[in-house]
């Protein structure tokens, strides 16, 4: 920072040192949000791209990419890639809606959380393609900011049915057979989606029990405890869940002997991390998750998707009351044997991400 000059030095993949206006202090409202747009045009502009309708609307990206042009930045890309063009345009919808956005969501971070299928919908994700396939990114806690450990990818038909529903409101579209489930679907173009089926819900529900609910004065993520059938394993990146590390942990032990782990996809991981997670129980609830295992084997599930057995009900219900007896010092056991290991190194136990929980996720006044 050059506080004498009011300039910031930036530097664009190493290759041309620049200048741009000096970043507001988050207590101007307005002119935090003048600049955050600046700093969006100046970037489109970098990263090679037009935003000729961003431009047209907005004052300060338009002055961002302008001012960006003038300084002859070097581009980094000719075409931007879409994990570049994705990244914009949810800086731009942070920016619309004054919604906190972290630092840490970049092209990198959007590249480790891609998945190549939806996890709610199971299809094969587009780009670009201008179909419900295509792929979103979502912000799970709604009321919470863009962070690292606040977003998932997904279909945007998937995306479009979360809407801004509450888990409590999803998890009971997926396990509440009094629910009604929503019937209609519609984009904001007025075009109509399918709507989601229960059992698309409760993927769904899996999804947004790892969302982020509270924080400390410090921004340390207090670990989700939200407690769902884990009929999906997580998508990358999320928070740990132990209810779902447990569900998962049961799966693979059932299901093992019966497929020898050639099916299932933690097969090379799940020995180890099943030991270290059992580990910090007592000798009673390592009998008792015995006899959900030993339940969980005569139960009908498809063998290529051990988690899909926790669409039993009367299993989960057993698991329910498995998870209800674990006191709260041997839940701090199990995430200190997992966090010594190498099983969660893409989806750490505590992350400190100004989400805003607090203020909905809305910038802080």
């Given at each position: 920072?050059?506080?004498?000059t009011n300039e910031t ?329 997992i966090s010594k290991s ?24």
């Amino acid at each position: 920072m050059n506080d004498a000059t009011n300039e910031t030095e930036i530097v664009i993949e190493g290759k041309k040192r620049i200048t741009a206006p000096r970043r507001a202090t988050v207590g101007d409202e307005g002119l935090l949000d003048a600049k955050v747009a600046f700093d969006l045009g100046w970037d489109a502009y970098a990263s090679g791209m037009e935003l000729s309708g961003w431009r047209k609307y907005y004052k300060a990206i338009r002055l961002g990419w302008v001012a960006s042009s003038n300084k002859k930045v070097t581009q980094v890309v000719t075409s931007p890639n879409r994990y570049v063009r994705k990244l914009l345009k949810l800086r731009l919808n942070a920016w619309l809606r004054s919604r906190q956005f972290n630092a840490s969501v970049n092209e990198d971070f959007l590249r480790q959380i891609d998945v190549k299928y939806c996890p709610v919908t199971l299809e094969l994700l587009t780009h670009g393609a201008m179909q419900p396939t295509d792929w979103s990114v979502d912000r799970i806690n709604n009321r919470g900011g863009y962070g690292v450990s606040n977003l998932a990818i997904m279909s945007t038909r998937a995306n479009v049915a979360k809407a801004n529903y509450s888990y409590n409101k999803i998890h009971g579209f997926a396990h509440n057979p009094d629910a009604n489930i929503p019937e209609e679907l519609y984009q904001d173009d007025g075009n109509s989606l399918v709507p989601l089926t229960r059992v698309e819900w409760a993927r769904m529900a899996v999804i947004c029990s790892y969302g982020p609910s509270s924080q400390d004065d410090d921004g340390i993520l207090s670990l989700p405890s939200r407690v769902t059938p884990c009929v999906i394993a997580p998508p990358p990146c999320l928070m740990s869940s132990i209810p779902n590390m447990l569900q998962m942990v049961i799966a693979y032990k059932a299901n093992f002997s019966k497929s020898h782990g050639i099916n299932f996809a933690f097969d090379k991981r799940m020995k180890g991390f099943s030991d270290l997670l059992i580990k910090g129980m007592s000798p009673l609830h390592r009998k008792e998750l015995n006899k959900l295992v030993s339940r969980a084997k005569k139960v009908n599930y498809n063998i290529n998707d051990p988690l899909s057995m926790w669409f039993n009900k009367a299993l989960f219900i057993h698991f329910l009351e498995f998870f209800r007896n674990i006191n709260e010092e041997e839940k701090a056991l199990m995430l200190n044997h997992i966090s010594k290991s190498q099983f969660l190194s893409k989806s750490k136990l505590d992350r400190t991400e100004r989400l805003n929980l607090d203020n909905k996720g809305y910038i802080s006044n």
